[in-house]
């Protein structure tokens, strides 16, 4: 089993760090294929909590080689913060490899992002603010600075003056802003050059050889499918391909080489930002699942909208990514509910919907149309085989799995790494 792709299939937070750290222990190599800093993945091990943003989570296992694929935005900054952070809780972070391929987030990126977000005023994304969207724009304008333009000081100069051109005159004549020092935004790029620079290396070149050799190479994608700027709810979407698609061009791995697709999943629905959400809950269940589930964003601290499981959702996660299993998260956050609503299908201008409709003025029309599930009383977070979950609870996966088409192949009853019924295992 040398590749596996583990990813959201929902609108991000579905407990991929958690996943992912679980599987850190059996597998060579974790690494990320999108997205950057705007990625809030939690981990708890034992009694220790952790908050990794840029890093992959297989940075919590010592075997296992952390790598920052060329599809990711980085910056610099959080970068090195993050790892002294780890560093100084006793995490050895020594094997990172970063690709010289991946661009780099500037302040100027971050500044562009929210001043473009102060001006949609009613209709903005509601971004992370961290620059991401400016970042990847920059990369297919053809204007982006790359890591490997750290160690050459006037093609970095050159890079920077033709990126801070055009935007210049956009803050200047638009947003009524100064104008931003090229000069400057070099020299603190070079600041960081030395100390990112043990890192840097030709990962598509060593993940290949890796995966040829028979290591097991897993690639965790940050934010989810319905964040995705190709196959999610465009324009309110995120600047990258969290998709399945993306961890081969994030990467540099071709398609073939990718044995397994594992959609994380979770148990009810939330999102973070603004756009379409047709399960949302505006009542005391979407309340209770926020307190209960502990739903407030990793990354910005924002309150995560909450609704009830969306069956529509999760099957066209397992089209759009050829998932070959889910893992359900936090199903012990619906204990105690005496029925569960499932939305199996919408309504769209009196119409029975049963799959995502490709026109966003559908899905923003959607209406769930709900089949009640019987919910448990019984505590599942001690739960370690599937046979130990109260009846109900079991029915309530069994359904999901039915109307999702794909395998569940592992449960998650709390948020610790030994809190997680395995079904089936991922690396056999
Ligand atoms: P990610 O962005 O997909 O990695 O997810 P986040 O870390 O942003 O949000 C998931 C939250 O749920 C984190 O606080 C996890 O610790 C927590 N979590 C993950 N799996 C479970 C689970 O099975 N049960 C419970 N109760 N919490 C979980
Ligand atoms: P993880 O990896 C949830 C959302 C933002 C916003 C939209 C665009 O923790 O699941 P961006 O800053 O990317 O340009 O914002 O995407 N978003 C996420 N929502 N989880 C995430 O990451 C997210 N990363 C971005 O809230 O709606
Ligand atoms: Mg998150």
New binding site residues.
Partial sequence: MPALVLL?AQ???EG?GKATDLLGGSVDYVVRYQ?GN????TVVVGDQKYALHLLPSGILSPGCTPVIGNGVVVDPAVLLSELSGLNERGVDTSKLLLSGNAHLITPYHTTVDKVTERFLGKRK????G?G??PTYADKINRVGIRVQDLYDESILEQKVEAALDFKNQILAKLYNRRAIDAAKIVDELLAYAEQIKPYVADTTLILNNAIDEGKVVLFEG???TL?DVDHGTYP????SNPTAGGACTGAGVGPTKINRVIGILKAYTTR????PFPTELFDKDGEALRTIGGERG??TGRDRRCGWFDAVIARYATRVNGLTDFFLTKLDVLTGWEQIPVCVAYEIDGKRVEELPYSQSDFHHAKPIYEMLPGWTEDISKAKTFSELPKNAQAYVKALEEMSGAPISAIGVGPGRDETIEINSFLS
């Avoid at 705007?38 to 993945?41: K, L, M, Q, R």
């Avoid at 309110?236 to 600047?239: A, G, N, P, R, Y």
């Fill in positions: 959201g609108w991000g937070d991929k997205g705007n990625a809030g993945h994304i509601g971004t992370t961290r991401i969207g940050g934010q989810g964040l309110f979407v995120t600047s973070v930002g603004a756009g990793v990354t």
